[in-house]
């Protein structure tokens, strides 16, 4: 009963751990955005330990995790999650990357949703070197958003027409 006792005190404290780490490189899993006639007008985003804008969203209507990236031109996928996607590979092409030039592939997102900020086809790069499961969200989806950084905060919202 001790063993029990023990193993199950390990995979509590493991589990209430992981939860901690999870929330501190994303603090934005419940993103605060504030709604206009049918879709979230404004995102506020709240920046993770290490100064990034980490948050979940979805690609045609699957959910992915989003690294807000000013200094990518399209949103960037990893070849694996693009494959989980069933996104088409368009034409190749090189891209230079912070870690090189590399190999792409051009393809469309039917839809990209940040907390109820809609954008429908989407231009974004598949990358086979890129690892991890971040979606690299890059200047195709954000350049349709005013951007405002204040603090720890990041505000991304609709222009006004």
Request: aromatic share 6%; glycine share 10%.
């Amino acid at each position: 009963m001790i063993y029990l006792a023990w193993i199950l005190a390990l995979g509590l404290l493991t589990l209430f751990f992981s939860n901690i780490l999870d929330q501190q490189h994303n603090p934005n899993r419940d993103i605060m955005s504030v709604s206009g006639n049918s879709h979230a007008s404004q995102v506020v985003l709240q920046r993770n330990r290490m100064g990034h804008y980490v948050a979940d969203g979805r690609i045609n209507g699957e959910i992915v995790r989003f690294l807000v990236d000013t200094g990518a031109t399209d949103v960037a996928i990893p070849a694996e999650l693009a494959q989980r996607l069933n996104l088409k590979r368009g034409r190749s092409g090189v891209s230079r990357t912070a870690n090189g030039d590399t190999v792409t592939w051009a393809t469309r997102l039917e839809s990209v949703d940040l907390g109820g900020l809609v954008q429908y086809d989407v231009r974004a790069s598949i990358l086979p070197g890129m690892s991890g499961s971040e979606v690299l969200l890059g200047m195709s989806y954000l350049k349709h958003l005013e951007l405002t950084q204040r603090g720890g905060e990041l505000m991304l919202r609709r222009p006004r027409d």
